[in-house]
């Protein structure tokens, strides 16, 4: 079909930005009263720990200049993604950009300055102007940095040296993103070359021979370089292990996780805990194994779908109506938001001509939070609305509960949301279908979901917890050394039931999140949340809908942990992961019921 241009797609399908500014002449109006004053906050500078007063003024002035750019952000940064070819568009998110960079870079001396002084001169600042102790939890988690701070001229070298410190992650970039070649493979077309685009669609090809071709080749592409990817790789390690200790971390993981003030006891948990539960796992491949018919499964095999696209379409009409009805058991109050959504035009629903690819849910304070779509009447897609909607209920609760200071949640809560909505999709449909096709289809892409999500993203956490550590100890991250390590995590993982394919050693060296310090395990940690609060909700347990909605409401005013455990969740205990598994295995269960 004919991609569109944006002027011949109904109006009701489009997001209404209309109510953030009226037009490009209103955002100029506003972006160039900020340009005027980008320097003002340098004003402040050498005074903020002078008085109370003074304190108070700065951080008021900090904030409300900062809000005011990120309107204008928010609507550039959306106005550019509906169409990309939008020349003004582009224009107007270049120096929006441009100018939020120059005030974090006026703004830098703040930190470092609050920090000179003992807490409690900032406690005594807030006895004596009680409006400051709005502020206390934002001043309390900058002043948590205290300790890792070193002097000015020692800050300023690290500062000087930050393009050095992301030389790793850059290079990596370049070699895999621009200078790998992979060469062709035959298939049933004839001989395609393989790229890092199209990987992912021969690795699920029903022709064997394809699939094996395509993980071969791929593979010992990166095999050949294994001496660059490891002294990378290497690089990278020493880089966030060194920075760590100069710090005065006790490792690199406990430096990544401070950010979000987690005890690395969660890390570690959550690792131990799947490690304790891999017969799940392993139950999975027999299953998939038996469904595809084969004597032995090799890792090439591992990808395939058990179940093929659903050869039915859903009208965005019905997805509005099957996303409602899925999250009614969220209460008339979370519905009216989603409603919001769908009257108010948050949604820009179809594909355009220049259109973002994927989708999103985006907004702030003083924005309504908007969704992209590239909506094609799929389930899938239907899944997406969901999930999106899931981010956007989460954003609106944050920002209707709270200032503006504590209304943005961190990355490790934002998938939770999102994830809930996702599963109560899946198991309305799986409750109500009539189509047998249907539910195969939901219970496939929900065992997906298990096996990416929890396992082999905590492998890969494993693997970054297990090379920080051996460089911290005083190893040397040679290729040898690398490839074992994650040929033995993989053997770990994907049990006696499947063939490990010796290129599999090669794999660690493809994957650019080793590059983002200790991400992954946010995934897992993020599903499983959801996979808990969901059993709740849904058996009725005591407080678990009341005490989730509580959750969505307190944006960033608490660190991520406290803020699950306002919805019940303690993910320093094992039993929220292992919600996880047990939905896993009753997915199976309920899988094989459908196809014996």
């Known amino acids: 079909m004919k991609q569109r241009k ?4 109904d109006d009701k399908y489009k997001w209404d930005l209309s109510l953030i500014y009226n037009n490009c002449d209103d955002w100029y109006n506003d972006f160039d009263k900020c340009l005027e004053e980008v320097n003002k906050v340098c ?50 998110s270049g120096k929006i950009l441009d100018l939020i960079n120059k005030f974090e870079e006026n703004e830098a001396f703040a930190n470092p300055e609050l920090m000179s002084v003992d807490y409690k001169v900032i406690e005594k600042f807030m006895e004596e102007e009680p409006k400051l102790k709005e502020y206390d939890f934002l001043l309390e988690n900058i002043y948590r940095y205290k300790k890792h701070i070193l002097n000015n001229d020692s800050e300023k070298l690290l500062s000087s040296l930050s393009n050095v410190f992301s030389s790793s992650e850059k290079t990596y970039e370049s070699l895999t993103d621009s200078d790998m070649k992979f060469g062709f493979i035959d298939t049933d077309e004839g001989s395609v070359e393989l790229t890092s685009s199209n990987y992912s669609l021969f690795i699920k090809d029903e022709n064997r021979d394809v699939r094996k071709q395509a993980f071969m080749l791929y593979h010992n592409t990166y095999g050949n370089l294994k001496n660059t990817l490891a002294s990378i790789y290497k690089s990278q390690v020493d880089t966030l292990t060194t920075i760590a200790k100069i710090r005065k971390y006790n490792s690199s993981l406990e430096a990544s996780l401070f950010a979000d003030n987690i005890p690395t006891l969660v890390y570690d948990n959550l690792i131990k805990t799947v490690n304790d539960n891999m017969s799940t796992i392993y139950r999975y491949f027999d299953l998939k194994k038996k469904v595809l018919g084969l004597d032995e499964l090799h890792l090439y095999d591992v990808y395939v779908e058990l179940i093929k696209d659903l050869d039915k379409d859903y009208s965005f009409e019905d997805a509005k109506e099957l996303v409602i009805d899925a999250l009614s058991v969220l209460g008339e109050d979370y519905i009216k938001i989603i409603n919001k959504a769908f009257d108010e035009k948050w949604i820009d629903v179809y594909n355009n001509v220049g259109k973002r690819s994927g989708a999103y849910s985006s907004g702030f304070y003083d924005t309504n939070p908007y969704v992209l779509l590239n909506y094609e009447g799929k389930l899938k897609d239907v899944s997406t609305l969901a999930h999106e909607l899931g981010h956007s209920a989460h954003t609106y609760l944050s920002c209707k509960n709270n200032p503006y200071h504590y209304s943005s949640y961190k990355i490790f809560v934002a998938e939770v949301a999102s994830t809930v909505n996702e599963l109560l999709l899946n198991k309305y449909l799986l409750k109500n279908s009539k189509s047998k096709a249907e539910k195969l289809f939901v219970l496939n892409n929900m065992m997906e979901l298990f096996k990416g999500t929890i396992y082999r993203q905590v492998m890969f956490a494993e693997f970054e917890k297990i090379t920080h550590a051996k460089k911290e100890n005083g190893e040397i991250l040679t290729y040898e050394l690398l490839n074992n390590i994650y040929y033995d995590l993989n053997k770990k ?82 039993e929220v992961v292992i919600s996880a598994i047990k939905m896993f295995d009753e997915v199976m269960n309920q899988f094989e019921a459908l196809i014996d």
């Open 43 to 92: 004003e402040y500078k050498g005074k903020l720990t002078s008085s109370a007063s003074c304190l108070l003024e700065y951080i008021t002035y900090s904030l409300d200049y900062e809000r005011r750019l990120y309107k204008l952000y928010f609507y550039a940064h959306l106005k550019h993604d509906e169409d990309t070819t939008n020349t003004k568009a582009q224009e107007m």
């Open 6 to 9: 944006r002027n011949e797609i």
């Open 493 to 574: 993982y994907f049990g006696d039931g499947v063939y490990i394919d010796d290129e599999i050693k090669y794999e660690w060296s493809r994957i650019p999140h080793f590059y983002y310090d200790f991400y992954v395990y946010k995934y897992a940690i993020g599903l499983s949340s959801a996979c808990y609060i969901v059993e709740g909700i849904l058996n009725n347990k005591e407080n678990a809908l009341e005490n989730y909605l509580k959750f969505l409401k307190t944006g960033g005013s608490m660190y991520p942990i406290d803020e699950l455990k306002v919805a019940g969740v303690d993910v320093t205990k094992s």
